[in-house]
């Protein structure tokens, strides 16, 4: 069993930064897929980056050039260094992890950027 833990995230003002990471317990393996995805208030779950195994990257076309995620350790598998962070970017943040079949997620952490 995985559990993801979120951490980082807070309140700053508009084109501040903000770093998240997502830490693993439990049995830990090489995860196939990481990422982050985020949720506003009344929307859908949706993507923001995600890390493959061999290193290939996916944002949302709204984060890019102002988000980069990054792996890390196994204890430590996946960060998000967010910078510019714009008001439209407050949202919950979950973790994810894919391996194989399984679909792992953390219980997100609140990110909010007041303009």
């Known amino acids: 069993q995985v559990q993801l833990v979120e951490s980082g995230g807070g309140l700053v003002q508009a084109g501040g930064s903000l770093r998240l990471s997502c830490l693993a317990s439990?049995?830990?393996?090489?995860?196939?897929?990481m990422g982050w995805y985020s949720q506003a208030p009344g929307k859908q779950r949706e993507l923001v980056a995600t890390i493959t195994r061999g290193g290939s990257l996916n944002y949302a076309d709204s984060v890019k050039g102002r988000f980069t995620i990054s792996r890390g350790n196994a204890r430590n598998p996946v960060n998000l260094q967010m910078n510019s962070l714009k008001p439209e970017d407050t949202a919950v943040y979950y973790c994810?992890?894919?391996?194989?079949?399984?679909?792992?997620w953390g219980r997100g952490t609140q990110v909010t950027v007041s303009s």
């Open positions: 439990g049995t830990i393996f090489s995860f196939d897929v």
């Open positions: 994810n992890a894919l391996l194989g079949r399984n679909n792992y």
